[in-house]
């Protein structure tokens, strides 16, 4: 007991405050004081919900334990309460304590921070705490206490009944509203409680005597303990005496055994005998002046409290509370008091709180269980799919359970078969999914992994197959494509996920082998064609060859050509420079005659007789005609010359011819370039008749560059041919005229020494 109470000591002293869960209607909650102050001339009524309270138990999820203190008001309900949280508190209670006449608890006012316990069968509950207002207040009127106190007995689990002194009847007079209470509640509008559903419904009842001195006896004089004197004494005598069964102290009596599910007392001695210190108990400066009896018994009560914690339990047998369904109660249940009748409905209060509940229950696990799926990556194998399903609708309908806290029996059966629906629904024969979320979750992943499987299918397709199939040569066996089948099968069985996979592979394997026998056809082509075109290869090889040939032949003509051309150059240069030198020779000789004439117009002035000039004048006539002859001859080698001129020009025209049949020749080598280029592009076309036309016209063109090499060389052979005639013809005349004119000048002067001696003898005649 002593370990439970620390640890609960721990738990509640972190943090928290009291706050109102409901007020009377004549007063006002000020939030920021934290303080409920009554309203002027309003008269109470009704009861009104704090909001604030109503959140925090609404996140409660965990069974609560309501333990609830009532009785009459200046008894010390709130410091007992205060100490229930914290025994050994040195700052203000938890609960503000009041040190006037003037009650200080208006309602019910709760600790805003539930109290984490442990019970010793391992289960988890929140204990909340319940401070009340007190009865017979001089200033209350009974249908305000009658509130408090159902509304308490309705909501607790365990209930503190706390008075001061010892019990007499009178105590049992201030309780004549748990008689009232056992009639004002009913299972529905048309059938009250019975006690089974009073059993089912009550709290524990715990009788708390405060400032107790004497020592409790029993019939024979014997000390007991308080609770048997309660029993034996004080309850028992009301019951088994002759009391008027229809008195109220009877009823209370017979109530408070019948009424509820277990009876517990103790009591207490007074804190202090000095008022001073009763004032002040609160005051951490008085803790040493307080009855160190007192603050053991209140911690021994402190503890036996906590030990008779139990779950809040609900209307339906076996059924358990927690913070959401104790805010519904709480609503529902204020609104019955609040109304004419102030009549709760227990059984009807349970059936619409357990409906909002189970709302809730179905709607949060069901988020819970997406949450959970949302971790899924599709496409999937089913079977994960389904273990995370299972997975997931375990943690719902855990969650399901711990906002429900109901036995598997009746409605919690039906709304967790309604869960399990909504999630998943197999067919019984077939295994098969048909409905719920799950449904959809395999739908997603059947897409995905059809989307998956065909996007690999045709990208092993791409890979492995069409791209050996786009690169097939002769080197590619038959063997290969089936092997290329075969990587891609194992590549797929590695690498495709999900329910599709085998479907999308027997489809992929049917386009794959109905394929087959054209690829397998298509790489026979391509090897026939390879023969063909070897065959192709070899004849275009020996074509190759022989236009080789042909232009070795053509290199040679033109190497001819260029010789040609060059010696007709050098032969045009010596021809110009025996012209030249003709010429020079020519005028040298000219000029030579013209000195020859004056010598002899000088030796004809030293004639001095007349015979002599006669002879003179005849001579001079003779050498006029020779002149005459010279001048023409003269003429006549001008006319050679212009002949020569024109024959220079015939053979500069034929140069030129030969020239053109050059230009000839190259268009004709441009020519075969192109033929041999369209030659190779038809014989890639494989086809025999234009074979024959390539041959025809490869003869032909054998048969022109022949023609066009034989007319170059006859061409050349004749320019050659006339260049040289034309040198001997000018080799001949210019040998010719040389003689001429060697000869003449032999015989001018011949004549000339004719002359001289004919002129001598005429002389010598003379």
Same mark, same amino acid.
């Given at each position: 007991?002593?370990?439970?109470? #620390?640890?609960?000591?721990?738990?509640?002293?972190?943090?928290?405050?009291?706050?109102?869960?409901?007020?009377?209607?004549?007063?006002?909650?000020?939030?920021?004081?934290?303080?409920?102050?009554?309203?002027?001339?309003?008269?109470?009524?009704?009861?009104?919900?704090?909001?604030?309270?109503?959140?925090?138990?609404?996140?409660?999820?965990?069974?609560?334990?309501?333990?609830?203190?009532?009785?009459?008001?200046?008894?010390?309900?709130?410091?007992?309460?205060?100490?229930?949280?914290?025994?050994?508190?040195?700052?203000?209670?938890?609960?503000?304590?009041?040190?006037?006449?003037?009650? =200080?608890?208006?309602?019910?006012?709760?600790?805003?921070?539930?109290?984490?316990?442990?019970?010793?069968?391992?289960?988890?509950?929140?204990?909340?705490?319940?401070?009340?207002?007190?009865?017979?207040?001089?200033?209350?009127?009974?249908?305000?206490?009658?509130?408090?106190?159902?509304?308490?007995?309705? #909501?607790?689990?365990?209930?503190?009944?706390?008075?001061?002194?010892?019990?007499?009847?009178?105590?049992?007079?201030?309780?004549?509203?748990?008689?009232?209470?056992?009639?004002?509640?009913?299972? %529905?509008?048309?059938?009250?409680?019975?006690?089974?559903?009073?059993?089912?419904?009550?709290?524990?009842?715990?009788?708390?005597?405060?400032?107790?001195?004497?020592?409790?006896?029993?019939?024979?004089?014997?000390?007991?303990?308080?609770?048997?004197?309660?029993?034996?004494?004080?309850?028992?005598?009301?019951?088994?005496?002759?009391?008027?069964?229809? *008195?109220?102290?009877?009823? &209370?009596?017979?109530?408070?055994?019948?009424?509820? !599910?277990?009876?517990?007392?103790?009591?207490?001695?007074?804190?202090?005998?000095?008022?001073?210190?009763?004032?002040?108990?609160?005051?951490?400066?008085?803790?040493?002046?307080?009855?160190?009896?007192?603050?053991?018994?209140?911690?021994?009560?402190? !503890?036996?409290?906590?030990?008779?914690? =139990?779950?809040?339990?609900?209307?339906?047998?076996?059924?358990?509370?927690?913070?959401?369904?104790?805010?519904?109660?709480?609503?529902?249940?204020?609104?019955?008091?609040?109304?004419?009748?102030?009549?709760? =409905?227990?059984?009807?209060?349970?059936?619409?709180?357990?409906?909002?509940?189970?709302?809730?229950? !179905?709607?949060?696990?069901?988020?819970?269980?997406?949450?959970?799926?949302?971790?899924?990556?599709?496409?999937?194998?089913?079977?994960?799919?389904?273990?995370?399903?299972?997975?997931?609708?375990?943690?719902?309908?855990?969650?399901?359970?711990? +906002?429900?806290?109901?036995?598997?029996?009746?409605?919690?059966?039906?709304?967790?078969?309604?869960?399990?629906?909504?999630?998943?629904?197999?067919?019984?024969?077939?295994?098969?999914?048909?409905?719920?979320?799950?449904?959809?979750?395999?739908?997603?992943?059947?897409? &995905?992994?059809? =989307?998956?499987?065909?996007?690999?299918?045709?990208?092993?397709?791409?890979?492995?197959?069409?791209?050996?199939?786009?690169?097939?040569?002769?080197?590619?066996?038959?063997?290969?494509?089936? @092997?290329?089948?075969?990587?891609?099968?194992?590549?797929?069985?590695?690498?495709?996920?999900?329910?599709?996979?085998?479907?999308?592979?027997?489809?992929?394997?049917?386009?794959?082998?109905?394929?087959?026998?054209?690829?397998?056809?298509?790489?026979?082509?391509?090897?026939?064609?390879?023969?063909?075109?070897?065959?192709?290869?070899?004849?275009?090889?020996?074509?190759?060859? #022989?236009?080789?040939?042909?232009?070795?032949?053509?290199?040679?003509?033109?190497?001819?050509?260029?010789?040609?051309?060059?010696?007709?150059? &050098?032969?045009?240069?010596?021809?110009?420079?025996?012209?030249?030198?003709?010429?020079?020779?020519?005028?040298?000789?000219?000029?030579?005659?013209?000195?020859?004439?004056?010598? +002899?117009?000088?030796?004809?002035?030293?004639?001095?007789?007349?015979?002599?000039?006669?002879?003179?004048?005849?001579?001079?006539?003779?050498?006029?005609?020779?002149?005459?002859?010279?001048?023409?001859?003269? &003429?006549? +080698?001008?006319?050679?010359?212009?002949?020569?001129?024109?024959?220079?020009?015939?053979?500069?025209?034929?140069?030129?011819?030969?020239?053109?049949?050059?230009?000839?020749?190259?268009?004709?080598?441009?020519?075969?370039?192109?033929?041999?280029? %369209?030659?190779?592009?038809?014989?890639?076309?494989? *086809?025999?008749?234009?074979?024959?036309?390539?041959?025809?016209?490869?003869? %032909?063109?054998? /048969?022109?560059?022949?023609?066009?090499?034989?007319?170059?060389?006859?061409?050349?052979?004749?320019?050659?041919?006339?260049?040289? @005639?034309?040198?001997?013809?000018?080799?001949? %005349?210019?040998? /010719?005229?040389?003689?001429?004119?060697?000869?003449?000048?032999?015989?001018?002067?011949?004549?000339?020494?004719?002359?001289?001696?004919?002129?001598?003898?005429?002389?010598?005649?003379?």
């Amino acid at each position: 007991l002593l370990q439970t109470a #620390l640890y609960v000591k721990e738990m509640a002293t972190s943090c928290g405050k009291a706050i109102p869960l409901c007020f009377p209607d004549d007063c006002e909650f000020n939030k920021q004081a934290n303080y409920c102050k009554k309203k002027k001339d309003v008269t109470r009524d009704n009861l009104v919900i704090n909001k604030e309270a109503i959140a925090i138990l609404e996140g409660i999820t965990d069974p609560v334990c309501v333990i609830a203190i009532v009785g009459p008001c200046r008894t010390g309900k709130s410091y007992i309460l205060s100490q229930l949280i914290d025994s050994d508190r040195d700052s203000q209670p938890c609960f503000k304590l009041g040190h006037l006449q003037d009650p =200080e608890t208006m309602g019910i006012w709760m600790w805003d921070t539930p109290i984490q316990y442990e019970l010793k069968d391992g289960r988890n509950i929140s204990i909340i705490l319940l401070d009340t207002e007190g009865i017979d207040a001089y200033n209350s009127l009974e249908r305000g206490d009658t509130q408090v106190f159902t509304l308490s007995v309705l #909501l607790s689990s365990l209930l503190i009944y706390n008075s001061s002194g010892v019990p007499r009847r009178e105590d049992l007079n201030k309780m004549t509203f748990i008689a009232n209470l056992a009639k004002s509640i009913r299972s %529905n509008s048309h059938k009250n409680l019975s006690r089974e559903d009073v059993k089912q419904i009550a709290p524990s009842f715990f009788w708390l005597l405060r400032d107790v001195l004497l020592e409790p006896t029993d019939h024979k004089g014997r000390p007991c303990h308080f609770r048997d004197y309660l029993l034996e004494k004080v309850l028992g005598e009301c019951i088994d005496s002759d009391w008027d069964t229809d *008195s109220i102290q009877y009823k &209370a009596s017979t109530c408070l055994l019948k009424f509820f !599910t277990s009876f517990d007392a103790e009591i207490i001695p007074p804190p202090s005998t000095s008022p001073h210190v009763m004032k002040n108990i609160e005051d951490p400066r008085y803790k040493d002046e307080i009855s160190p009896d007192f603050t053991q018994q209140v911690e021994y009560v402190r !503890t036996k409290i906590f030990e008779k914690c =139990e779950p809040k339990r609900g209307y339906a047998p076996g059924s358990l509370v927690n913070g959401m369904q104790l805010a519904g109660m709480l609503q529902m249940y204020v609104d019955a008091l609040n109304s004419p009748e102030g009549i709760p =409905e227990v059984a009807s209060t349970w059936d619409q709180v357990m409906k909002n509940t189970y709302h809730i229950a !179905t709607t949060k696990p069901t988020e819970l269980y997406k949450s959970k799926m949302s971790v899924l990556t599709f496409p999937m194998e089913d079977d994960d799919l389904r273990r995370i399903h299972s997975e997931a609708t375990k943690e719902a309908v855990e969650c399901f359970q711990q +906002l429900t806290r109901i036995d598997t029996d009746g409605v919690f059966k039906e709304y967790l078969t309604h869960l399990q629906e909504s999630l998943s629904v197999f067919d019984t024969e077939t295994s098969k999914c048909t409905g719920g979320l799950l449904l959809s979750y395999l739908e997603q992943n059947e897409i &995905a992994s059809e =989307e998956k499987c065909r996007s690999l299918a045709n990208s092993l397709k791409t890979n492995h197959l069409v791209s050996m199939i786009e690169t097939l040569s002769t080197e590619t066996k038959i063997e290969d494509i089936g @092997n290329a089948m075969e990587k891609v099968y194992r590549e797929y069985h590695k690498n495709a996920v999900g329910p599709a996979k085998e479907r999308i592979f027997q489809v992929f394997i049917k386009e794959l082998e109905s394929e087959r026998p054209k690829h397998e056809q298509l790489l026979r082509r391509i090897k026939d064609y390879d023969t063909e075109m070897k065959i192709m290869d070899d004849k275009l090889q020996q074509e190759i060859a #022989l236009r080789a040939e042909a232009v070795q032949a053509i290199n040679s003509l033109e190497s001819i050509i260029n010789q040609q051309t060059q010696e007709m150059t &050098a032969l045009q240069q010596k021809l110009k420079d025996i012209e030249k030198r003709k010429n020079d020779e020519l005028v040298q000789k000219i000029k030579d005659h013209e000195k020859q004439s004056d010598a +002899l117009k000088q030796s004809k002035m030293c004639l001095t007789t007349k015979d002599t000039m006669l002879t003179q004048l005849q001579e001079s006539a003779e050498l006029q005609t020779s002149n005459d002859e010279i001048n023409q001859r003269l &003429a006549t +080698l001008e006319r050679k010359n212009r002949t020569l001129s024109e024959e220079n020009a015939k053979f500069k025209t034929q140069l030129a011819d030969a020239n053109k049949n050059v230009e000839d020749y190259e268009n004709l080598e441009e020519e075969v370039c192109s033929d041999q280029t %369209n030659h190779i592009e038809s014989s890639d076309s494989g *086809s025999k008749g234009e074979k024959n036309v390539e041959d025809y016209q490869n003869t %032909n063109l054998e /048969e022109e560059v022949c023609s066009e090499q034989t007319n170059h060389i006859e061409s050349s052979d004749s320019g050659s041919k006339v260049e040289k @005639n034309v040198e001997d013809y000018q080799n001949t %005349n210019l040998e /010719e005229e040389v003689c001429s004119d060697q000869t003449d000048l032999i015989e001018n002067s011949k004549s000339g020494s004719k002359g001289k001696k004919q002129k001598k003898g005429f002389c010598s005649i003379l």
